[in-house]
């Protein structure tokens, strides 16, 4: 078995306890401390009479010992392990420690997370596939130097050709920044639009680590409810009128989140009206533009013609897998230099392997072959888990069927503790997002439940839960 970290134990040879016991004692102490935990591998005898400096006979000896307590094992032609049962020799917490620490680490069997895509539907072995083909390639040496910060070249030119065609904007590639994920695009686009003393209006209820983005930028929120059809427009006006430091404003005007709402075309002319009158930035995540059920998707604020101040975000994570970090964004020129410059700063460049597979991927028509079937997957999952509330809560919620997306959006009719609701189901190891996790300040009243990575039993099962408590 492989032991590839040296034990570190400090010894003092002038002391009057013996070699042995010192190794004991500090051996007990390492696993009291959660430094080893049940099942470590300590190394072999030999190996840490070497490292210790001392006679092999004063490790077995000590080894002795620590099995004789119980606090080691040691298996036949394997080597001597901490041992399982320590719940049984370390004291254990306190009932409120225990308690506590059970709520928090539990792990649950069902979750309604905030919308992500089924990883099983991932198009692994063909990714995979075009990673191992990059380094069989005569020029893959090209691939291993230092290149843009901006990213690949030819994935950013695939990338502006799928904007302007798919999504109506006019780009070049030149004008767009490839990240590692749509929260560091996030990242990047506060600190080119804000600075400290700066505001930014927020959907609220809305997307948190987008506005601890804008926060460490310097900026103060500025919350903005979110209607039927999006963000509410006359509050966006008053707040103009009362502060001259607002410089941006944050929207997911595709379906919002957490509500699934689309910003109305009326809107969203006013609100690229008021951005050209006031100078601020429109800065849009359009996280999940693919998964659309109905007609095409609504086109991005940031494809109109007359819009001068924005910074688009888009994201392949959604498309393949979340752990796949990949994302862009697209603003203009001025922007893209200032972007650039900062990504440099915390990032030189991007995982070019990993993006010319993404590319390998989307030049041989993977990627839209597996967002065709995952579509047609999501809109069947969609109207079953339709189904289940009609079912189940009916008369006990209100939602809106959602044309895309990932997630529902459902808000109880009685008052109710929506947070007491998120503990209860907690604690029957059904997991969903709190609704703190959305809200400015007061609590938002609503769940948003994400169905696409769960089966029919798993959606039938968390609904009936949640019916329970309702």
Not at 5 to 26: F, G, M, R, T, V
Not at 66 to 94: N, Q, Y
Request: charged fraction near 25%.
């Amino acid at each position: 078995m492989l032991r590839p970290w040296p034990l570190e134990i400090q010894l003092n040879k002038k002391s009057d306890k013996a070699l042995y016991l010192q190794i004991a004692d500090a051996v007990i102490e390492a696993i009291k401390t959660e430094k080893l935990v049940s099942g470590n591998a300590l190394p072999g005898s030999r190996q840490l009479a070497g490292l210790l400096n001392v006679n092999r006979n004063t490790i077995i000896e000590a080894l002795d010992v620590l099995t004789a307590e119980g606090w080691l094992v040691t298996i036949d032609r394997k080597g001597t392990f901490v041992t399982d049962s320590l719940a049984e020799i370390i004291p254990k917490k306190t009932k409120k420690e225990a308690t506590e620490n059970t709520i928090e680490t539990a792990k649950s069997h069902l979750v309604f997370d905030d919308g992500f895509p089924d990883s099983r539907l991932a198009p692994m072995g063909d990714l995979a596939r075009a990673y191992r083909e990059i380094f069989s390639r005569k020029s893959r040496w090209q691939l291993m130097g230092y290149s843009s910060e901006q990213g690949n070249l030819e994935f950013r030119k695939s990338i502006a050709q799928m904007l302007n065609f798919k999504r109506g904007m006019s780009i070049s590639h030149n004008q767009i920044c490839i990240t590692r994920g749509s929260q560091m695009a996030m990242y990047l686009a506060a600190h080119c639009a804000l600075k400290t003393g700066d505001a930014i209006l927020i959907e609220n209820p809305g997307y948190k680590p987008a506005w601890e983005a804008f926060e460490n930028a310097g900026a103060a929120l500025l919350p903005v409810d979110v209607q039927q059809d999006g963000l509410d427009i006359q509050q966006i006006e008053k707040y103009l009128q009362e502060h001259q430091n607002i410089r941006a404003v944050y929207v997911t005007p595709h379906h919002q989140f957490p509500t699934t709402v689309t910003l109305s075309l009326k809107k969203r002319l006013r609100l690229i009206e008021l951005s050209n009158q006031f100078g601020f930035t429109i800065i849009e995540d359009d996280y999940d533009n693919e998964f659309h059920f109905a007609h095409r998707p609504v086109l991005p604020l940031s494809s109109f013609s007359g819009l001068q101040n924005y910074i688009y975000i888009g994201t392949f994570s959604k498309i393949v897998a979340p752990a796949l970090r990949i994302g862009y964004l697209a603003t203009s020129s001025e922007n893209i230099h200032k972007i650039a410059k900062h990504r440099k700063i915390i990032d030189v460049q991007g995982d070019n392997i990993m993006e010319e597979a993404v590319l390998n991927l989307i030049n041989e028509g993977k990627i839209k072959r597996h967002l065709k079937k995952a579509n047609l997957v999501y809109k069947n999952k969609r109207d079953y888990f339709e189904s289940l509330l009609n079912q189940h809560l009916q008369n006990k919620v209100t939602f809106t069927k959602p044309e895309g997306g990932l997630a529902f959006w459902i808000v109880p009719n009685s008052k109710i503790d929506v947070l007491q609701v998120h503990e209860k189901l907690k604690l029957q190891g059904i997991q969903l997002m709190s609704p703190k996790k959305f809200s400015y300040n007061k609590t938002v009243k609503g769940f948003r439940l994400g169905y696409a990575s769960l089966s029919e039993q798993q959606m039938e099962e968390g609904i009936k839960a949640l019916s329970k408590l309702l």
